[in-house]
C-alpha cells in the first residue's frame, strides 16, 4: 500500500459550542424546520410554535423555538362572577398585539409579504434572529430565548437547502 499520508490535507479543526450552556447573546442565523399550532397548558388558547435550527458558526445545529400567540384566549371571564376581566382582556390584546408584530417580522424577513395560505412557506427560508437567556424562574431552568427578527442578511455559508420534493406522476395518465 503506497498512500503518501503527509501529502493529505488537514482536516480544519470545528469549534463547536458547548450545547447545554445558553447561548451568548446576539445575532444568529437560523432556519424554521417545524411549525404547530399547538393548545396552552390550561387549554384555553392555541399558539403557533414555531421551530428553528442555528445554520452558521460554533452554534450551529442548536435548535430554539418561538411561540406566537396569535390568537386570543377564548375565554376571558372571571370563573367566579362571569364577567369578563376587562385588564386581562387588555392584557391578552397586548400580548396578542405583541406577538402579531414579531410574527409579521419573521414573514417579511423570509420574503413572506401577504397571507401565508400553508405553514410550508415558513419552512428552510433562512433569516437572522436576537437570541438572549431567559432567566431561570417559576422551577424552569434559564434558556435561550428568541427576542427578535433583524434586518441582515443571514449567514448561509455552512447551510445547505433542502432537496426540492419529487412529485410522483401518475404513470396511468395518457399523454
Not at 412557506?121 to 433583524?150: H, M, Q, S
Request: proline letters at 8%; one cysteine or more.
Amino acid at each position: 500500500m503506497n498512500i503518501p499520508v503527509g501529502a493529505m490535507d488537514e482536516a480544519p479543526e470545528v469549534v463547536r459550542a458547548d450545547f447545554s450552556q445558553p447561548m451568548p447573546k446576539g445575532n444568529y442565523s437560523v432556519v424554521a424546520f417545524e411549525v404547530e399550532q399547538k393548545r396552552n397548558q390550561k387549554d384555553t388558547n392555541s399558539y403557533l410554535r414555531i421551530a428553528f435550527k442555528v445554520i452558521a458558526g460554533p452554534w450551529k445545529h442548536k435548535r430554539l423555538a418561538k411561540n406566537f400567540m396569535l390568537w386570543m384566549p377564548e375565554d376571558l371571564a372571571d370563573p367566579v362572577t362571569g364577567e369578563v376581566d376587562k385588564k386581562r382582556e387588555q392584557d391578552a390584546k397586548d400580548l396578542q398585539k405583541r406577538h402579531e408584530g414579531d410574527f409579521k417580522k419573521f414573514c417579511l424577513q423570509i420574503g413572506l409579504k401577504e397571507m401565508v395560505g400553508n405553514s410550508d412557506e415558513l419552512l428552510d427560508k433562512p433569516c437572522v434572529v436576537w437570541v438572549d437567556t431567559k432567566k431561570a424562574g417559576n422551577g424552569y431552568p434559564a434558556k435561550d430565548e428568541i427576542y427578535g427578527f433583524r434586518s441582515e442578511a443571514p449567514d448561509v455559508s455552512e447551510w445547505t437547502p433542502p432537496a426540492p420534493a419529487l412529485v410522483e406522476l401518475d404513470d396511468d395518465v395518457p399523454f
